[in-house]
């Protein structure tokens, strides 16, 4: 199970969150839970940060 670093970026995201801590590792997993049950906006940055590199790929 890949983890994923949740960048400065992704954790200041505003509205729904999963509040998850910065710069804290959190499984592909955990964060996809975070984006279907909470629609986690930190999740969902974090998770293309991890897939593509940045949120704007």
Known sequence: NDMVHISEK???M???KMF???NSQVSV?????GI??????DASVA??????G???A
């Open 29 to 33: 997993e955990d964060l996809l839970r």
């Open 20 to 22: 998850v801590d910065v």
């Open 47 to 52: 998770m293309a940060e991890h897939i593509a």
């Open 10 to 12: 992704a954790w200041r």
């Open 14 to 16: 505003e509205g729904s």
């Open 54 to 56: 940045s949120e704007d």
């Open 36 to 41: 279907i049950i909470q629609s986690g906006n």
